[in-house]
């Protein structure tokens, strides 16, 4: 029996982690995001995140993190994951367009100076491009986690692109990085 597949896809997720680890400018924007969080919530404020897909369930899964832990027992970091709720998500979708499921959450949940990461493998998805006009006038601080390429996002907003196309492989990092920020914030706000 050969593991060759299995050794050429673990590689594949090694080669791009060590990109990011030797990226200066990827590294700084991943402090920096955290910074920026820290500060909101320092100030009352919390940390939004929305995106589709696999995208959908890793800013649930960030959400939890602030929320209930990461790496000790400490209070809860306000944070939520805009799409949660079911009915809302599909009386929006039904009443404006999918492509204002999370404009219209994010109007209601948000407030100057809370922190909006949206999640897009692509940088390209309708319904997240769409909240980037509210999420300014709203003076939420918004950074993306995208592809490579950044997509559409990358013109409009910050944002810290995985060094891949490869879907599988940005999810990966997307969550990576996620867990990055949610440790550098516990451990600055708790000061551990």
Known sequence: MSFETIRNVIQASIDVKKEILDSELILAQIDELANHCLKSLQLGGKVIFAGNGGSFADSQHLAAEFISRLQFDREPLASIALGTNSSSTTAIGNDYGFDQIFVREL??????????????????????????????????????????????LKGQIPCICVPSTRTERIQECHIMIGHIICGLVEDRYFKK
Do not use: F, M
């Not at 990461?117 to 601080?141: C, D, M, V, Y």
């Open 107 to 152: 109007k209601a949940v948000s407030r100057s100076g809370d922190v909006y990461i949206p999640i897009s493998t692509s940088g390209n998805s309708q319904n997240i491009l769409a909240t980037i006009e509210t999420a300014k006038r709203l003076n939420l601080h918004v950074v993306a986690l995208t592809g490579s390429t950044g997509g559409k």
